[in-house]
């Protein structure tokens, strides 16, 4: 359903620099599967969600979705109706002046051609799956919190019934109940055979969101594994002891080993070779590939050379 292919994108500032956000990303999401996509701060996360949601276009690379390539997408309004973005900050998605009927309504006329009324009904009736009454459909965005703005957010792209949801680190503003409560209804979408690539930098809810996590670092996928147990990127060990870490050592005591992230613009080197505690003279002189350990599982990291099949 969607196959990225060597995806690069660079925002241009205005004293003319360069930063490179996306840098040779690919992966493919077949129809009906789902994806936890994990990485840290400024990996290029929600610069990828643009792309996908026809909000960036000047990339190099391919993205196809049903075999058409995004950027030969004419019918705009099919599109939506099959990919719905929930945006990382709630407030961007919603215009302040909008009452929220409104807000919650509109891609059901406008995508489903639905009548307002019947429109109305269905968001009040699925209203109380994301602990929501009625009467905030009567207020603005500035007169919800960012939690309840996000689960409605939520509400409104699952009911458009999409091919694949975007989630965009959705959780980041939510207490725990609502966080199941979201992850509760966006499953049972799932059942129906809706496919979702779930970002964020959480690699225990990456965990329990899908057997299939995608690590991603600087603009690059580093590793693909369809089973989450069997992760292996010094990177992505990282990820997990530093959440062991967490869970086990109290705050205080806790001191992470590895020095801040800083960008790298040499593309002959290995993209974690600045913080990798496995690095190997080698590791200088080249930027691996990823390395395929088996039909499920591809690895960027030169210790994978010789394991590759
Ligand atoms: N409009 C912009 N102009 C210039 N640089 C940008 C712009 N938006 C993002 N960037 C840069 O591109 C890189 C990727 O940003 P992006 O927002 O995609 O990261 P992210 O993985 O979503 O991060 P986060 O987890 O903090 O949301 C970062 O280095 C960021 O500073
Ligand atoms: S290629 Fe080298 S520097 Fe990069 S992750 Fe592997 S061991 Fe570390
Ligand atoms: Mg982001």
Same mark, same amino acid.
């Given at each position: 359903?969607?196959q ?7 925002y241009?500032?205005?004293d003319g ?7 040779g990303?690919?992966f ?5 599967e ?6 840290e ?23 196809l979705?049903?075999?058409?390539? =995004?950027?030969? $997408? ?8 099959? #990919?719905?973005y +929930?945006?990382? &900050?709630?407030?961007? %998605? ?11 309504n509109?891609?059901l ?19 109380p ?45 939510l207490?725990?109940r609502?966080?199941?409560?979201? =992850?509760t209804? $966006? ?8 496919? #979702?690539?779930? +970002?964020t930098? &959480?690699?225990?809810? %990456?965990?329990?969101?899908s057997?299939?996590?995608?690590v991603?670092f ?12 069997s ?79």
């Open positions: 359903m969607l990225i292919n060597e995806l690069k994108f660079n241009r500032q205005d620099k360069e930063i490179r956000a996306l840098r990303l690919s493919s999401l077949p129809e009906g789902s994806a936890s996509l994990v990485g701060s400024g990996c290029g996360k929600t610069t990828l969600c643009n792309i996908l949601n026809l909000t960036l276009g000047d990339y190099s690379g391919s993205v979705f049903d075999g058409t390539k =995004l950027k030969d $997408i004419g019918n705009t309004k099919n599109y939506y109706s099959k #990919v719905q +929930i945006f990382q &900050d709630p407030k961007s %998605a919603v215009s302040p002046y909008q009452k929220l009927a409104y807000f919650m509109a891609p006329i406008n995508l489903k051609g639905m009548h307002k009324v019947k429109a109305l009904n269905l968001v009040m009736e699925k209203l799956d994301i602990g929501l009454l009625p009467d905030v459909l009567d207020k603005r965005s500035n007169e919800v919190s960012l939690g309840q703005l996000q689960r409605l957010c939520l509400l409104k792209s699952l009911l458009v019934s999409p091919k694949l949801l975007l989630c965009d680190e959705i959780t980041a503003s207490d725990e609502s966080i199941k409560d979201c =992850l209804i $966006i499953n049972e979408y799932r059942k129906k055979g809706m496919s #979702v690539l779930f +970002i930098h &959480d690699i225990d809810l %990456a965990k329990s969101f057997k299939r996590i995608i991603m600087k603009g690059t996928i580093l590793e693909d594994a369809k089973d989450e147990s992760l292996v990127h010094p990177y992505s060990q990282e990820l997990l002891n530093a959440s062991a870490a967490l869970k086990g050592i109290q705050a205080q005591d806790f001191a992470p080993k590895s020095a801040p992230s800083c960008p790298i613009t040499v593309d002959s080197i290995c993209p974690y070779y600045k913080r990798c505690n496995d690095k190997t003279a080698d590791c200088l002189n080249e930027f691996p590939k990823l390395f395929k350990l088996s039909g499920n599982h591809c690895v960027r990291c030169l210790k994978f050379k010789n394991a590759e099949i």
